[in-house]
T-cell receptor, first 114, second 113 residues
Framework: DAGVIQSPRHEVTEMGQEVTLRCKPISGHDYLFWYRQTMMRGLELLIY????????DSGMPEDRFSAKMPNASFSTLKIQPSEPRDSAVYFC????????????FGEGSRLTVL | QQQVKQSPQSLIVQKGGISIINCAYENTAFDYFPWYQQFPGKGPALLIA?????SEKKEGRFTISFNKSAKQFSLHIMDSQPGDSATYFC????????????FGGGTRVLVKP
């Protein structure tokens, strides 16, 4: 398997623009997680899905962030409008049995908001 | 909110030396404590994990030691190699949040040749 695939790898945008990050989990994995990594806050869980259903979005910073999983092989994280403080590396991870099992992370999407 | 306190923030060790990273957690009802390794430009990858019906788990040069009563666990890297230079994260389930994993702040390890 190719692993978790994220796109784009790098995104530079201006404040106020819409940003869409994409993720393809490992086939057969029922859980999908979106994490954000910054120097100040480390790795933060934003939201996770089980069988395409959002289970817990309590980590989503505010209404500007939204995530969807229309099918088992695709998820998006959208930021609208983007702000400079959203600059971070966003990781998608998938897992067979949830967060008490191995999480397989993608290589991340590095977002810079100017 | 569960806090997982990881120390030190950074560590420099000579090749062949031992790297020790410590983590302390708060309450959890579920015992699953993984360590993840992250290289620059990559996502974290599971290194080793323990379910502490045992106090120690060893995989090659990597060992987790677990002290349930003290709510602490540590990662030991024996015979450290330059290829071990990476950032290491511990994690613990967050009882207050349905046992979601909370990650420590990370330890950047540099192994000098």
């Amino acid at each position: 398997d190719a692993g978790v695939i994220q796109s784009p790898r790098h995104e530079v945008t201006e404040m106020g623009q819409e940003v869409t990050l994409r993720c393809k989990p490992i086939s057969g994995h029922d859980y999908l997680f979106w994490y954000r990594q910054t120097m100040m806050r480390g790795l933060e869980l934003l939201i996770y899905f089980n069988n395409n259903v959002p289970i817990d979005d309590s980590g989503m910073p505010e209404d500007r962030f939204s995530a969807k999983m229309p099918n088992a092989s695709f998820s998006t994280l959208k930021i609208q409008p983007s702000e400079p403080r959203d600059s971070a590396v966003y990781f998608c991870a998938s897992s067979l049995i949830g967060y008490t099992g191995e999480l397989f992370f993608g290589e991340g999407s590095r977002l810079t908001v100017l | 909110q569960q806090q997982v306190k990881q120390s030190p923030q950074s560590l420099i060790v000579q090749k062949g030396g031992i790297s020790i990273i410590n983590c302390a957690y708060e309450n959890t009802a579920f015992d699953y404590f993984p360590w993840y390794q992250q290289f620059p430009g990559k996502g974290p990858a599971l290194l080793i994990a323990i379910r502490p019906d045992v106090s120690e788990k060893k995989e090659g040069r990597f060992t987790i030691s677990f002290n349930k009563s003290a709510k602490q666990f540590s990662l030991h890297i024996m015979d450290s190699q330059p290829g071990d230079s990476a950032t290491y994260f511990c994690a613990a389930p967050n009882e207050a949040a349905g046992n979601k994993l909370t990650f420590g702040g990370g330890t950047r390890v540099l192994v000098k040749p």
